[in-house]
């Protein structure tokens, strides 16, 4: 019989301490901005638009290519030789030359963010639609006859009935942007110098190409805390329901 993996978490290692910060960065920045651009997108698809249904389609088309094919658009976005947005600055007049994207340690880290971003606020956006649409309309009317202003209406209606929408939703976007694995790997394999290594791309590079399976799988496993804190976040929040619908939560 063969030796048994030894699970070993070198958290004396630069890079592991590297890839949770980057972990952290990349999960805390990305929820909170395609939170707040979902939220906006479902208020504004909940209002009456014209071609309303056409841009409810649209949106979610980030969403429903596949990942691996996002994350090769962004790289030629991003090339340092062809990248049409640095093209694009360049014949503004305003840069002097192509910007290194995928080069340089925090534009990379900010450019896989923005990725993630585009690719994430559609589910936001479209859940959050769904459970604003749930809100009777007879509320906001009570409340403009009180005389409640629009930012009124949103905090003391609309927020606090959104909320347990709002915890699933910031739940799952945690979860996937915590373990995103293929925009990361196919985008920048982890570089330039480490500095987008996520966990779960340091996990398969340890354990795969590096043969360290015991390591690997430690990293892996140290994912696990971060995500029971997401699903405990998403647990309370839900208990919200026992208060709003003015009984117990059975």
Do not use: C
């Amino acid at each position: 019989m063969g030796r048994p993996v030894q699970l070993h978490l070198p958290l004396g290692d630069s890079v592991t301490r590297l890839a949770l910060f980057n972990t952290l960065f990349y999960t805390a920045v990305a929820s909170v901005i395609k939170f707040a651009l979902g939220l906006w997108l479902a208020i504004i698809l909940n209002e009456h638009i014209p071609f309303k249904t056409f841009f409810r389609t649209v949106i979610l088309l980030p969403y429903i290519v596949p990942t691996a094919l996002s994350a090769i658009a962004f790289w030629w976005i991003y090339d340092s030789q062809f990248s049409i947005i640095s093209w694009g600055l360049m014949k503004m007049g305003l840069i002097d030359s192509y910007i290194d994207f995928l080069g340089d340690p925090w534009n990379a880290r900010l450019s896989t963010i923005v990725a993630n971003i585009w690719r994430g606020v559609p589910f936001v956006a479209i859940t959050l639609l769904a459970g604003l649409q749930t809100i009777s309309p007879s509320l906001y009317e009570a409340a403009a006859i009180d005389g409640a202003s629009g930012w009124q209406r949103f905090r003391f209606v609309t927020l606090p009935l959104l909320t347990p929408i709002i915890a699933v939703v910031m739940t799952f976007s945690v979860l996937f942007t915590f373990t995103d694995f293929q925009l990361i790997y196919v985008l920048t394999r982890g570089g330039p110098l480490n500095a987008t290594h996520l966990m779960a791309t340091l996990s398969f590079q340890r354990a795969i190409p590096g043969g360290a399976l015991g390591e690997g799988a430690a990293i892996a496993i140290a994912m696990v805390p971060f995500l029971l804190a997401s699903i405990l976040f998403s647990y309370f929040g839900l208990q919200r329901r026992a208060w709003q619908q003015g009984g117990n939560d059975t």
